[in-house]
C-alpha cells in the first residue's frame, strides 16, 4: 500500500504534471521469478499428479483444461512483458504511490508504479476470450454464462481502474461490485439449492434447501464480500496477489477432485468451468507477483483487488461451489470481522490501517488497528515486511486445505 500523488498545481492555476524520471522502466527491479517458480512447484506438482494420476478424467475434459493452461501460460509471459512497459505510462501521468513501511529508508522515497492490475485483468480478459475459439460453440449452453462472467470481470476492471484514479470513498466502494455482478446475475441459470451440511440434517430436516431469489441475492453479495474482503486485507509487499494466488491454487485442486470423483457431466462441466477461468487468473497473477513481491517494484491498486475478487466470486458461483468458496476466504472473513468496528465507524478509521515501521531495525510493530496483519504482529511480535508475509499466507493455505481435504476424504464438501 502506497500513499498517491498525481498532480500538482501550476502557477496559471491548470492541473500541472509532475516530470517522471527519465527511463521509467528501467527502475523497475528485476522479476524475481525464482520466488514465482517456488509458488509454481509447490502448486503444480500436485495439480498436475490429480490430473494425470489420481483420477481417470476423460480425454476430451482433460485436453481442454490442457488447452487453457497453455494459453495460460502464454498470458503469464504476455503480463510479465507488459507490466514494465505500462509502469512507465502510469508514471507519466503520475499514478504512482510511496512504499509508506519503508519510510525513512532509501526505498521510501522511491515512486513505485500504481495500479498494474489493469495489466493482469486486460490480459486475462484476451486470454479468456480467446479460449472460446478452442472449447466453446456456438450453440453451447455454457456460452452465455462465460460471456455473462467475463462481461462482469470487465466492469468491475473498469470500475477498479475509476477508484485508483477517483479515489472514491468507501460507501460507494461496497456499492461497485453489486453494479458490476448484474450480467452475471441476469444471465445466470444454474440451481439456486444449497446442500446441508451432514451433521445439521437432522435438525433442519432437509438435506437440500431450495432458497430461490434469495440466493441470487446472496451470490449479489458474495460479490460484494470477495472484492472488498481481498481490497482490506493488504498492506504490505505482495499480500494482495499472494492470497490471490494461494486461494487460486486452492480452488484449481479443488474443482480437479470434484471433477475426479463425479459421475454427473453437467457437475463436471461446472467444475471444469470454474477451471477454464481460474488458469488464467493464477497465471497471469503470478506475472504481477515477480514485480510485487518484497521489495515491489510496482503497486497492484484496487483495480487488482477488485478484478481478483469478482473472478473468483464468479468461479464460485458458475462452478456451483459458493458455499465452499467462503472456507476458502476464512482469513479474509476473519479480517473483515476486525475492521467492522471502525469499517463502521464505531472505533476512528485512519485512512492507512498499517503497522509502525521501525527504519533503523526494518521491523514492523503492530498498531491497535482492527486488520489481521497486526493482530498479527501483535501475536507474533515484531517482524519484517516479507516474513509477515509467508506469514500471513501460510496461514492462508493452512486454511484452505480444510475444504481440500475433504473432499478427498469423502469427494463432496458436505456429503
Same mark, same amino acid.
Given at each position: 500500500?502506497?500513499? #498517491?500523488?498525481?498532480?500538482?498545481?501550476?502557477?496559471?492555476?491548470?492541473?500541472?504534471?509532475?516530470?517522471?524520471?527519465?527511463?521509467?522502466?528501467?527502475?523497475?527491479?528485476?522479476?524475481?521469478?525464482?520466488?514465482?517458480?517456488?509458488?509454481?512447484?509447490?502448486?503444480?506438482?500436485? !495439480?498436475?499428479?490429480?490430473?494425470?494420476?489420481?483420477?481417470?478424467?476423460?480425454?476430451?475434459?482433460? %485436453?481442454?483444461?490442457?488447452?487453457?493452461?497453455?494459453?495460460?501460460?502464454?498470458?503469464?509471459?504476455? @503480463?510479465?512483458?507488459?507490466?514494465?512497459?505500462?509502469?512507465?505510462?502510469?508514471?507519466?501521468?503520475?499514478?504512482?504511490?510511496?512504499?509508506?513501511?519503508?519510510?525513512?529508508?532509501?526505498?521510501?522515497?522511491?515512486? $513505485?508504479?500504481?495500479?498494474?492490475?489493469?495489466?493482469?485483468?486486460? $490480459?486475462?480478459?484476451?486470454?479468456?476470450?480467446?479460449?472460446?475459439?478452442?472449447?466453446?460453440?456456438?450453440?453451447?449452453?455454457?456460452?452465455?454464462? !462465460?460471456?455473462?462472467?467475463?462481461?462482469?470481470?470487465?466492469?468491475?476492471?473498469?470500475?477498479?481502474?475509476?477508484?485508483?484514479?477517483?479515489?472514491?470513498?468507501? #460507501?460507494? %466502494?461496497?456499492?461497485? &461490485?453489486?453494479?458490476?455482478?448484474? =450480467?452475471?446475475?441476469?444471465? !445466470?441459470?444454474?440451481?439456486?439449492?444449497?446442500?446441508? &451440511?451432514?451433521?445439521?440434517? &437432522?435438525?433442519?430436516?432437509?438435506?437440500? +434447501?431450495?432458497?430461490?431469489?434469495?440466493?441470487?441475492?446472496?451470490?449479489?453479495?458474495?460479490?460484494?464480500?470477495?472484492?472488498?474482503?481481498?481490497?482490506?486485507?493488504?498492506?504490505?509487499?505482495?499480500?494482495?496477489?499472494?492470497?490471490?494466488?494461494?486461494?487460486?491454487?486452492?480452488?484449481?485442486?479443488?474443482?480437479?477432485?470434484?471433477?475426479?470423483?463425479?459421475?454427473?457431466?453437467?457437475?463436471?462441466?461446472?467444475?471444469?468451468?470454474?477451471?477454464? *477461468?481460474?488458469?488464467?487468473?493464477?497465471?497471469?497473477?503470478?506475472?504481477?507477483?515477480?514485480?510485487?513481491?518484497?521489495?515491489?517494484?510496482?503497486?497492484?491498486?484496487?483495480?487488482?483487488?477488485?478484478?481478483?475478487?469478482?473472478?473468483?466470486?464468479?468461479?464460485?458461483?458458475?462452478?456451483?461451489?459458493?458455499?465452499?468458496?467462503?472456507?476458502?476466504?476464512? =482469513?479474509?472473513?476473519?479480517?473483515?470481522?476486525?475492521?467492522?468496528?471502525?469499517?463502521?465507524?464505531?472505533?476512528?478509521? =485512519?485512512?492507512? #490501517? /498499517?503497522?509502525?515501521?521501525?527504519?533503523?531495525?526494518?521491523?514492523? @510493530?503492530?498498531?491497535?488497528?482492527?486488520?489481521?496483519?497486526?493482530?498479527? +504482529?501483535?501475536?507474533?511480535?515484531? %517482524?519484517?515486511?516479507?516474513?509477515?508475509?509467508? *506469514? /500471513?499466507?501460510?496461514?492462508?493455505?493452512?486454511?484452505?486445505?480444510?475444504?481440500?481435504? %475433504?473432499?478427498?476424504?469423502?469427494?463432496? /464438501?458436505?456429503?
Amino acid at each position: 500500500m502506497g500513499s #498517491r500523488r498525481r498532480v500538482v498545481s501550476a502557477d496559471d492555476g491548470r492541473p500541472k504534471f509532475e516530470t517522471p524520471q527519465a527511463d521509467a522502466a528501467a527502475q523497475l527491479r528485476p522479476a524475481k521469478f525464482s520466488t514465482i517458480l517456488i509458488f509454481f512447484a509447490l502448486f503444480s506438482i500436485p !495439480y498436475f499428479y490429480l490430473i494425470f494420476s489420481t483420477y481417470n478424467i476423460e480425454y476430451q475434459l482433460k %485436453k481442454s483444461i490442457l488447452i487453457n493452461a497453455f494459453v495460460s501460460f502464454l498470458g503469464f509471459c504476455i @503480463t510479465t512483458f507488459m507490466i514494465p512497459v505500462a509502469s512507465k505510462y502510469v508514471l507519466r501521468r503520475n499514478l504512482f504511490g510511496y512504499d509508506i513501511n519503508k519510510k525513512g529508508t532509501p526505498d521510501g522515497s522511491i515512486k $513505485v508504479p500504481e495500479s498494474l492490475g489493469i495489466v493482469v485483468g486486460i $490480459v486475462f480478459l484476451v486470454v479468456a476470450i480467446l479460449f472460446q475459439y478452442f472449447n466453446f460453440t456456438a450453440d453451447s449452453n455454457w456460452l452465455v454464462e !462465460y460471456n455473462a462472467a467475463l462481461a462482469s470481470i470487465c466492469f468491475m476492471i473498469l470500475l477498479g481502474f475509476v477508484d485508483d484514479v477517483l479515489d472514491v470513498p468507501w #460507501r460507494v %466502494k461496497l456499492v461497485l &461490485p453489486s453494479i458490476a455482478a448484474l =450480467p452475471l446475475l441476469m444471465a !445466470y441459470a444454474g440451481h439456486t439449492t444449497i446442500v446441508i &451440511p451432514k451433521p445439521l440434517v &437432522p435438525y433442519i430436516g432437509l438435506e437440500i +434447501l431450495d432458497l430461490g431469489w434469495i440466493y441470487k441475492l446472496y451470490m449479489g453479495l458474495l460479490a460484494v464480500f470477495c472484492t472488498n474482503s481481498i481490497n482490506i486485507h493488504a498492506g504490505i509487499n505482495g499480500l494482495e496477489v499472494g492470497q490471490t494466488v494461494v486461494i487460486a491454487c486452492a480452488i484449481l485442486i479443488h474443482n480437479v477432485m470434484q471433477i475426479g470423483t463425479a459421475n454427473d457431466p453437467e457437475y463436471k462441466q461446472a467444475h471444469a468451468f470454474s477451471i477454464y *477461468l481460474g488458469q488464467p487468473l493464477l497465471a497471469t497473477s503470478l506475472a504481477l507477483l515477480s514485480y510485487n513481491w518484497y521489495p515491489s517494484s510496482v503497486f497492484v491498486g484496487d483495480t487488482y483487488t477488485y478484478f481478483a475478487g469478482m473472478t473468483m466470486a464468479v468461479i464460485g458461483i458458475l462452478g456451483h461451489f459458493s458455499e465452499t468458496l467462503l472456507i476458502f476466504f476464512t =482469513p479474509q472473513v476473519l479480517n473483515f470481522l476486525l475492521s467492522l468496528p471502525q469499517l463502521a465507524g464505531i472505533i476512528p478509521c =485512519p485512512r492507512h #490501517r /498499517l503497522p509502525r515501521f521501525d527504519p533503523e531495525t526494518g521491523l514492523l @510493530t503492530g498498531t491497535s488497528d482492527g486488520t489481521l496483519v497486526n493482530v498479527f +504482529l501483535r501475536q507474533f511480535g515484531r %517482524k519484517s515486511e516479507k516474513s509477515l508475509c509467508l *506469514l /500471513l499466507l501460510v496461514f492462508q493455505v493452512h486454511s484452505n486445505q480444510v475444504p481440500c481435504i %475433504k473432499s478427498i476424504n469423502t469427494g463432496s /464438501l458436505f456429503y
